[in-house]
């Protein structure tokens, strides 16, 4: 008894050990550069290259002036609206995939997964061909004389959103397609049974069911939205202007550190508000372990 | 109780080319207790989908209190079902799953407390509204599946082998209260189950299912003692079943057997001497005769167990027919390859149609 106790007590040690390299990897690589860039975000500005180590707030007093609120705001709406139309479509279509036979199924996972394949910034330069004047979509639009003239889509606002969506909606699909296809649907039969048309059936049961994974889709897509700043270059040009464009312009263009940093860190603050807020409404704990 | 409440009439159904009902009949009255009997593939699930509406029959059609109700959406007939695995919402509580119905018919708040709360008395599972279906027991949920069904008061309850994940002792019990509660509301049951025991203990009537048509359709008493198929009589009666030919007779069949000749009562038989006759006789109707005796047929021992409180002596017939025989007491001194003859009473024996000549498409 004494002897299994004290075996059980050392393969745990074991474990432990093994999973050791992780926690270093995980101190060294992630919590490390966090904590280093939350200091950098405190220190001041070198005159030509670098920084001094004195202690300022003047970097999050920058912040204040209201062309970066604006930034802030938005690229906040921004996140908000992707995530927003990508719930839904990212809903429609993990629904539609769940309810197809098994082999259409597996066909249609892998229409989502393949863009996954190739880099997401040659898909955008897609989108540039698509959205250039007399592109993919004006020669369309132009031949079916739907329109008359060139759009001139591209480096327009509609034109990131648009970018945005197409990005992050495989990850909302697959979210939903993962709890939708776990769902019991003898539960909407009996939904109908007990009077419920197809409508309320779906709102009271389904969507009530599959919520953990369209929330998990929320915060998939809302997280890296807010960050992207790519889709606003390559389809925005210079007219979007988002926190993460203003990062990356600070801290390879204008090679003020600690600035970058700073903004970096309220958009991390930022976020994490934003989705603790989320859980908090949607009580989201209480869905766990249902599904 | 004579009014009519339910009717199916020819109704058909196929899935992917495969006909699962060839022509179901049924009218059930009010407050009647109808089984539908059958083992598996037998149509009877897809029969109960199709009275909630929950399946469209390809032909046929199905009345409700004298309406047609046959393209009516499930949510606009006044019809509940017990689904095999209860399917209760795992996100509501007891309460909640069982107002379900209450709500979306927009009951006042009081009522629809009132009223689950009689139904949860009627179930005996007061004080459990709160709990989450996670926390109920398999007899617990089941009396709450049937709670949550019957509040909304439907003209018919359909129940798909309710007791079927239940273990026996439990199952006995819920049998019982189920035919209480059923006397209690006077609300039509269709049942479904394979378990010929339960049908037999609960039902009004029993509509034995194979191949999706109703071999029979009639009382416990009926389809026990004068089952109308060869089918019926082993399904539900575990009877033997022998087939001979008809060397003449009244009222009395004599029929002649490799070896011998038994005998059965005609009842409404049409067929003549010559004919092919096949017979149920039910084990423990089967008298055990000594190999020298004139009466009977003779047949070998094949096997001899004891199972159930009853000895059973299988033998086979010169035709390679096997027939059982049941008889109380645990001591025998046949061994297999042992030479016996074997006889009935006429009255004992039921003539049946033979397989062959039941229409199964």
Known sequence: MNNSMTTAKRRNRALALCAAPLYVFTLLFVLGPLIYMVILSFLTRAEVWGVVNEFTFKNYADLLQPVYLKTFGESLKL????????????????????????????????????????????????????????????????????????LKLLYTYPAVVVGMIYALLPFMILSVYTSVEKMDWSLVEAARDLGASPAKAFLTVTLKLTLPGLLTGVILTFIPSIGLFFVADILGGNKVVLVGNVIQEQLMKVHNWPFAAAMAVVLMAMTSLMIFLYRKITHVSELEGMV | ?????????????????????????????????????????????????????????????????????????????????????????????????????????????????????????????????????????????????????????????????????????????????????????????????????????????????????????????????????????????????????????????????????????????????GDSVTLAVRSENVQLLSSDDSRGIPAAVTETRFAGGMLRISSKLEDGTEVVISRYGIGTDLVSGDAIRIDWAAENAVIVLPDSEVAHE
């Open chain 2, 1 to 273: 109780m004579e009014e009519t409440i339910l009717v199916l009439d020819k109704i058909k159904k196929s899935f992917d080319g495969v006909s699962v009902l060839n022509g179901i009949d049924l009218e059930a009255k009010r407050g009647e207790f109808i089984t539908l009997l059958g083992s598996s593939g037998c149509g009877k699930t897809t029969t109960l989908r199709i009275i909630a509406g929950l399946e469209s029959p390809d032909s046929g059609r199905v009345l409700l209190s004298g309406a047609d109700v046959t393209d009516t959406e499930p949510n606009h007939r006044n019809v509940n079902t017990v689904f095999q695995n209860y399917a209760l919402f795992p996100h509501m509580n007891v309460e909640t799953n069982i107002a379900y119905s209450l709500k979306l018919k927009k009951k006042k708040a009081p009522e629809i407390k009132k009223t689950v709360a009689e139904a949860l008395a009627l179930v005996q599972l007061e004080g459990y509204g709160k709990r989450m279906p996670s926390e109920l027991s398999g007899g617990q949920r089941q009396r709450v599946a049937i709670a949550r069904a019957v509040v909304n008061e439907p003209e018919v309850l359909l129940l798909d082998e309710p007791l079927g994940a239940l273990d026996l002792k439990l199952r006995r019990q819920m049998q019982l209260e189920l035919k209480r509660l059923q006397q209690t509301l006077g609300i039509t049951f269709i049942y479904i189950t394979h378990d010929q025991e339960e049908a037999l203990n609960m039902s009004d009537r029993i509509a034995v299912m194979r191949g999706g048509v109703f071999e029979q359709l009639g009382s416990p008493a009926e389809i026990y003692e004068l089952p109308r198929t060869a089918y019926v009589a082993s399904f539900v009666g575990s009877a033997n079943i022998l087939t001979g030919r008809c060397a003449g007779g009244g009222d009395t069949v004599a029929v002649d057997f490799p070896g011998g000749t038994g005998s059965a009562l005609r009842r409404d038989w049409q067929g003549r001497e």
């Open chain 1, 79 to 150: 996140a908000l609206l992707t995530t927003a139309i990508d719930m839904v479509l990212g809903y429609a279509f993990g629904y539609f995939m769940a309810r197809r036979p098994p082999e259409k199924r597996r066909l249609l996972l892998l229409l989502v997964m393949v863009p996954f394949w190739t880099s997401s910034l040659m898909r955008l330069y897609g989108w540039v061909i698509i959205f250039r004047a007399n592109g993919t979509l004006d020669t369309v639009l132009m031949g079916l004389h739907i329109t008359k003239e060139p």
